[in-house]
């Protein structure tokens, strides 16, 4: 989680280090973790969606991810993305 304050909101952040230390979300390549609660996004709910270790990460990783994020979306009953 290093930066993670830097990419979304701190309450966000502090979240996401919260379930990564208790291991309910390692970020494995396209490991899921929906969130219901906004945490200072505006949104209704937050997909989490893992990118495995950082120096591993490619653009092919970044377009998994987003297949992974749009397959876990389309299952749900979504207005808008």
């Not at 930066?3 to 291991?23: F, H, M, R, V």
């Not at 609660?37 to 505006?42: A, K």
């Not at 092919?60 to 397959?71: C, F």
């Amino acid at each position: 989680p290093g930066n993670l304050s830097l990419s979304c909101p701190e309450p966000l952040a502090k979240k996401i280090a919260s379930l990564a230390k208790s291991g309910d979300f390692e970020g494995k390549p396209n490991e899921t973790l929906p969130l219901y609660d906004s945490l200072g996004t505006g949104a209704a709910r937050v997909l989490l969606v893992g990118l495995g270790k950082r120096s591993a990460v490619t653009t092919m990783t970044l377009s998994r991810a987003a297949g992974t994020a749009v397959r876990a979306l389309t299952r749900k009953k979504v207005d808008r993305i």
